[in-house]
T-cell receptor, first 116, second 114 residues
Framework: AQTVTQSQPEMSVQEAETVTLSCTYDTSENNYYLFWYKQPPSRQMILVIRQEAYKQQNATENRFSVNFQKAAKSFSLKISDSQLGDTAMYFCAFMNHTSGTYKYIFGTGTRLKVLA | NAGVMQNPRHLVRRRGQEARLRCSPMKGHSHVYWYRQLPEEGLKFMVYLQKENIIDESGMPKERFSAEFPKEGPSILRIQQVVRGDSAAYFC????????????FGQGTRLTVV
C-alpha cells in the first residue's frame, strides 16, 4: 500500500527567510503524481505545486519549489522569501492509478508558522 | 466559473441523528471524491463517484455511511445515527474525468456531533 510521511508536525520561519518541508512516500509504482497542498485556517485546500514522476526537472511556482528525488522517494517543498500569508498547514499528497481510479493519499501535515 | 460548493459549512447533530452533506462540483465536472479529515490529521479518502455510479468506495465505513451522485443535483454524503467519532471536516473534490490527475476541493463541511 502507498503511504505518505511528513515527519515535521510543526515548523516556524522568520519572514523573508527560506524554509523546507519534508515528505517521503512509499510505492512500488513507477508512474504517479505528487502534490503539495496548503490549508489555511479557512480550511480551503489550495494546490501549491505538483510534480509528475516521469519528469526529472523539479517543479517551480514562483516562491515555491520542490526537490524531487525519485530513487529516495522524497518530495520536499522549499518556500523562499516566506510571507505571513504562508502560515498554514501543508499537506504532501500522492496520486496514482491504482485499482483503476486516481485518488489522493495525504500525509499528516506540517503546521508552518511565519514569524514577523 | 464557480468552484466546488459544499453546504452546509458547519453542521451540528445530536448523537443518533442523521447528517446530510452536499457537494456541487465545478461546472463540467462529472466526478466527485469525498474525503474526511479528523482533527489534527490529513485527509483520508472515503469514496469516488461518477454521476449515478459509485466507482470506488474502499474508504467508506461499512455501516451508517452512504454516498450518491444523482444525474441531477449535488452529490450527497449521508451519515446515519451519528456518533461522536464522526465529528470531522468532510471535503468534497471534483474532477472532469475518470483519468484526471488533479481534483479541485471545496471548503469542507465541519460536522460536530454533540
Amino acid at each position: 500500500a502507498q503511504t505518505v510521511t511528513q515527519s515535521q508536525p510543526e515548523m516556524s520561519v522568520q519572514e523573508a527567510e527560506t524554509v523546507t518541508l519534508s515528505c517521503t512516500y512509499d510505492t512500488s509504482e513507477n508512474n504517479y503524481y505528487l502534490f503539495w497542498y496548503k490549508q489555511p485556517p479557512s480550511r480551503q485546500m489550495i494546490l501549491v505545486i505538483r510534480q509528475e514522476a516521469y519528469k526529472q526537472q523539479n517543479a517551480t511556482e514562483n516562491r515555491f519549489s520542490v526537490n524531487f528525488q525519485k530513487a529516495a522517494k522524497s518530495f520536499s517543498l522549499k518556500i523562499s522569501d516566506s510571507q505571513l500569508g504562508d502560515t498554514a498547514m501543508y499537506f504532501c499528497a500522492f496520486m496514482n492509478h491504482t485499482s483503476g481510479t486516481y485518488k489522493y493519499i495525504f500525509g499528516t501535515g506540517t503546521r508552518l508558522k511565519v514569524l514577523a | 466559473n464557480a468552484g466546488v460548493m459544499q453546504n452546509p459549512r458547519h453542521l451540528v447533530r445530536r448523537r443518533g441523528q442523521e447528517a446530510r452533506l452536499r457537494c456541487s462540483p465545478m461546472k463540467g465536472h462529472s466526478h466527485v471524491y469525498w474525503y474526511r479529515q479528523l482533527p489534527e490529521e490529513g485527509l483520508k479518502f472515503m469514496v469516488y463517484l461518477q454521476k449515478e455510479n459509485i466507482i470506488d468506495e474502499s474508504g467508506m465505513p461499512k455501516e451508517r455511511f452512504s454516498a450518491e451522485f444523482p444525474k441531477e443535483g449535488p452529490s450527497i454524503l449521508r451519515i446515519q445515527q451519528v456518533v461522536r467519532g464522526d465529528s470531522a471536516a468532510y471535503f468534497c473534490a471534483s474532477s472532469p474525468a475518470l483519468t484526471s490527475t488533479e481534483a479541485f476541493f471545496g471548503q469542507g463541511t465541519r460536522l460536530t456531533v454533540v
